[in-house]
């Protein structure tokens, strides 16, 4: 039975203390309020995980993520975090592939998979993210793109660590924006996405997969965004900066 996962991906918000202040309240709403059995994952920068560990504790309920990782082991790469880094912290879930990192830095599939490889090699579980832009959803190539992202990205896994993975659909267009797939477009593209990887490894295997939608999730969408069949719940960005919005989100599954 795949998860529930609220992931809240803060991007490079708030300094130590806000953070600190964010991930206090959330851990303490999520055990104050919350009775369904998803799975919180908070993603704060690089200079607060060790801080929200701390705060997390061995909860069972809230989980550690990492924005972003790099693809090499160690070495001399001023700027970069290894996963041995990340997983020396505390951290159980990387985020690789995210449209930002995509589009402003210019990550293309290749690296992406060497990524996705070097966060399961550590023990660690990546949460790849795919999406297109809008002009490409307008020229009718959106299932087009997001199967070279799959396939190009992550079809060189086996089946046993093909099962680790979460992944995200982000359409580009609803980021940050305001503007969010319907449901039956969220719905439309997360079904494609499941049919992808049961066609290459089998049915049992999508199924267990986890495919979370990315795209100006909140509290008042995501109820119906969540009870689409093949929608397992969301990376949500700007939301995740507000305790109670985010809170609300996780108790809409």
Sequence with gaps: MRKNIAAGNWKMNLDLASGKKLASEVINMVNDEVQNDAEVILIPPFTHL?????????S????????????????????????EMLQSVGVEYVVVGHSERREIFGEDNALLAAKTKAVLAQGLKPIYCCGEKLETREANQHFDLNKAQIEEGLFDLSKADIR???????????????????????????????????EKYDQETADGISILYGGSVKPDNAKELFSQP?????LVGGASLKSRDFTDIIKSF
Aim: charged share 15%; proline share 1%.
């Design 50 to 58: 060790t801080v929200v560990k701390q705060l997390i504790g061995s």
């Design 60 to 83: 069972t309920s809230v989980h550690l993520g990492a924005q972003n990782c790099s693809d090499q082991k160690g070495g001399a790469f001023t700027g970069e975090i290894s996963t």
């Design 164 to 198: 680790k993975v979460v992944i995200a659909y982000e359409p580009v267009w609803a980021i940050g924006t305001g503007v969010t797939a319907s449901s039956d477009q969220a719905q439309e593209m997360h079904q494609f996405i499941r049919g992808l990887i049961a």
């Design 230 to 234: 093949d929608v397992d719940g969301g």
